[in-house]
């Protein structure tokens, strides 16, 4: 009797590890996509006077 409650202990935690390990696959592919997508559409900004902006953090303008 105790080797079926043992049985039936591992498939449930299998049965578990089994839908995280699909669901975090599902979650990473989903992520990416967004990530692709956000690169995609957030091409170089441009400033009020049409000229690029090339990342200035740091700078100190004179």
Do not use: I, W
Not at 48 to 53: A, I, M, P, Q, V
């Amino acid at each position: 009797m105790a080797d079926e409650t043992d049985k039936s202990a591992s498939q449930a935690r299998a049965s578990r590890d089994d839908r995280l390990k699909s669901a975090l696959r599902e979650n990473l592919k989903r992520r990416k996509l967004q990530a692709r997508e956000r690169a995609a559409t957030a091409g170089p900004s441009q400033n009020e006077d049409g000229s690029l902006d090339e990342g200035t953090a740091g700078k100190t303008g004179s």
